[in-house]
């Protein structure tokens, strides 16, 4: 497993957890409507409080989802932050900003007050030291139970 694997799946995770969220923010708005004043579904047509239990099942769903995937976020925030320890600031900044947070190049460089073309050059440079890093430094950079887990995946 390379630097770059290890960061990209960093972003991958944060991306996940995004939508996770996202996703029960809906499920949320949707269950606005869920809660009636009906009788209980009388007539067989499902009523309310199987509307409520199927939301319920499915925001708990989304929940252990969420939860799996922010653990696997933070130990790639782990790793990615000990695989960029030693770059000058920019790249370092950008890299994290990148992969970490989920943010692309116009909001970093708004962020860090830079242009998009230095962040860019950043990220360029950033990634062409990521992959100098040799495969087991990088592995080694992820918390056992991941190294564990994404072995079990290949």
């Known amino acids: 497993m390379t630097a770059m694997d290890v960061m990209a799946a960093c972003r991958r995770a944060c ?16 269950a606005t409507g869920v809660g009636g004043t009906g009788g209980g579904g009388t007539g067989g047509g499902g009523g309310a409080g199987d509307r409520m239990a199927a939301y319920m099942a499915r925001k708990d769903e989304l929940a252990r989802r969420l939860k799996a995937e922010e ?21 370092r900044k950008c890299l994290r900003a990148f992969y970490c947070y989920g943010e692309n190049a116009p909001e970093i460089a708004q962020d860090e007050h830079y242009s998009a073309s ?34 079990d995946e290949e």
């Not at 653990?71 to 790249?91: D, F, K, M, S, Y």
Request: some cysteine.
């Open 118 to 151: 230095s962040v860019y050059k950043a990220l360029a440079a950033g990634r062409a030291a990521m992959r100098m890093i040799p495969d087991k430094d990088a592995e080694e950079a992820l918390p056992v139970f991941v190294r564990r887990e994404w072995r």
């Open 71 to 91: 653990r696997w976020l933070a130990a790639g925030r782990q790793a990615v932050i000990l695989l960029t320890a030693n770059l000058p600031e920019l790249p």
């Open 15 to 30: 991306q996940a957890c995004a939508r996770l969220e996202s996703m029960i923010d809906d499920l949320d708005d949707c």
